[in-house]
C-alpha cells in the first residue's frame, strides 16, 4: 500500500482536564485522548480523507493497547506501531487557562518507547513510496531514534516535512539541538517551525530571516509560525503572509498538529500557497477552540465552511 503520508515520533495518552481554568491540583475530573504531535497530524490528515500511517512505538500496557484502538477508530494505520517490553506508554498532563497559558507536563520515564524506534525496524520501501514523510526535531533528541529519523529523511523523495518540534526538557543534551536540526533540514523539502523553534534550528527569529536561513539549508518551503502575528510562508520566489483566524481559545495544545494535518492535506491537493496556509490555519483555530487534540480534528468541509463564515 502507498501511504499519503507517512509521521514519525512521538506518541502518548494525553490526560487532559475536563475543568477550564483550574490547577491539575484541583481537578475533578479528567479525560483520556490520543496523543503525540506527529501522531495528531496523522489523525488530522486522516480526518481529511488521506491515507496516513504513524511509525511510532509504546508500552506493552493497556495505554499501549489504547493507542492501536484509537488509531484505528480515526482511520490511522498502526501497522508500524510497535511494543517496548519494560517501557511505559507516555502520559502527558496539561492545565488550561485560555488564552494562552497550557503547561503541560510529560511522563517518559524512565525513558519513551517512541524513542526506541531503530533504523533496521524501518519499512523503507513504505517510507520511501509515501507521497509525505513527516518527522520531528523531538525525534532527534536521542538514540536510537535519532539515527533512525534521518535515515526515513533521507530514504524519501517525496514531500518530506520537517516539523521543528523543540521540546528541550525531552533532550539528552539540548545543546545539540541546532546540529541536528540542520542535518535533518538538509533532508527536507518542507520546513514547519515557530519562531522559538527557529532560533534553535536556523539561529533566526524574525520571520522572514527565519524563512530565508531555512531555505539557505535546503527545503523548498519554509513556514514560519508566528503566534499572534499569523504565519509566514516561504519559497525562493514567493512568500506570504497570512493572519490569524479569531477564535475563543479554548485548548492551544493541538492547534499546530491541525495545521501540519492540513498543510499535508493542502500539498497534496496541489493549493497555491495563499490557499493552503489559509485552510491550514484555520483547521488549528478549531481545535484551538476545543478541549481535545486528536478527537477535535476537523474534516475538511468544517474547516472550509468555518472559512467561509469567518
Known amino acids: ?5 507517512i509521521t514519525m515520533g512521538r506518541v502518548s495518552v494525553d490526560v487532559y482536564p475536563d475543568q477550564v481554568g483550574v490547577p491539575l491540583e484541583d481537578v475533578e475530573s479528567f479525560g483520556k485522548y490520543l496523543g503525540g504531535s506527529p501522531t495528531n497530524v496523522a489523525v488530522a490528515a486522516a480526518r481529511h480523507g488521506r491515507s496516513a500511517a504513524v511509525i511510532t512505538r509504546t508500552g506493552d500496557d493497556p495505554f499501549g493497547r ?14 508500524f506501531v510497535t511494543a517496548v517490553p519494560g517501557l511505559p506508554t507516555p502520559l502527558a498532563f496539561c492545565e488550561i487557562f485560555p488564552p494562552d497559558d497550557f503547561p503541560l507536563y510529560f511522563y517518559r ?12 525496524e524501518l519499512d523503507l520501501e513504505a517510507i520511501a513510496t509515501a ?7 523531538t525525534g532527534l533528541s536521542q538514540e536510537p531514534s535519532r539515527e533512525a529519523t534521518l535515515t526515513a529523511l533521507g530514504e524519501h523523495s517525496g514531500y518530506t516535512i520537517l516539523d521543528l518540534d523543540y521540546r528541550p526538557m525531552l533532550w539528552t543534551d539540548a545543546a545539540e539541538a541546532p546540529h541536528w536540526a540542520g542535518l ?34 535546503g527545503p523548498e518551503l519554509a513556514i514560519v509560525k508566528m503566534g499572534p502575528d499569523g504565519v509566514l510562508a ?14 475563543d481559545v479554548v485548548n492551544g495544545l493541538g492547534a499546530g498538529d491541525a495545521f501540519g494535518g492540513a498543510i499535508c492535506h493542502g500539498l497534496l491537493a496541489g493549493w497555491d500557497l495563499r490557499r493552503l496556509i489559509e485552510f491550514a490555519g484555520a ?23 468555518f472559512l467561509e463564515d469567518s
Not at 500500500?1 to 503520508?5: A, Q, R
Not at 527536507?188 to 532560533?199: D, K, R, T, W
Open 109 to 120: 520515564y524512565p525513558k519513551a518507547p517512541d524513542l526506541q524506534i531503530h533504523p533496521h
Open 283 to 305: 483547521a488549528g483555530a478549531i481545535v484551538a477552540s476545543r478541549i481535545a487534540c486528536s478527537a477535535a480534528m476537523p474534516a475538511a468541509d468544517e474547516v472550509t465552511a
Open 66 to 79: 489504547f493507542v492501536h484502538k484509537a488509531l484505528k477508530e480515526y482511520g490511522v494505520d498502526d501497522r
Open 234 to 247: 516561504a519559497t525562493a520566489g514567493e512568500v506570504v503572509e497570512v493572519p490569524p483566524v479569531k477564535v
Open 1 to 5: 500500500m502507498t501511504f499519503d503520508l
Open 184 to 217: 535533518a533540514l538538509e533532508r527536507a523539502s518542507v520546513a514547519v517551525g515557530n519562531l522559538e523553534e527557529c532560533a534553535v534550528a536556523v539561529g533566526e527569529r524574525e520571520p522572514r530571516a527565519a524563512a530565508r536561513a531555512i531555505l539557505a539549508r
Open 131 to 137: 507521497r509525505i514523510m513527516w518527522a520531528t526535531v
